[in-house]
């Protein structure tokens, strides 16, 4: 009998409720608050955050900070506005801190 394997999540390390997707990845080369982070092209399970404007490694961004929606615990950050051309490609991209999520069927 085959074996049938679902998609690679990374689901909230607090409470383990799935969040992204493996396949959504688009950069590990990020850096969040504390340390490493990806950004992603897509979410689920999430609750978006009131919009601000934060000066990030990159330029100005207006970004909105993302939450599990099971525990609430800050994962990360969506972009909604990039100021500069050379940014714009983060717009409507989640960043996810690498320390805040955990692999699950891997």
Known sequence: MAELVGPR???CSNCRNHVCLHD???SKAFQGRNGRAFLFSHAMNIVVG????RHLLTGL???ADVYCSDCREVLGWKYERAY???QKYKEGKF???KSKII???W
């Open 9 to 11: 999540v990374y689901s």
């Open 24 to 26: 959504d990845i688009i």
């Open 50 to 53: 009131a919009k601000e404007d």
């Open 61 to 63: 961004h207006t970004v």
């Open 84 to 86: 500069e051309e050379t």
């Open 95 to 97: 960043i996810f801190e």
């Open 103 to 105: 692999k699950e069927n």
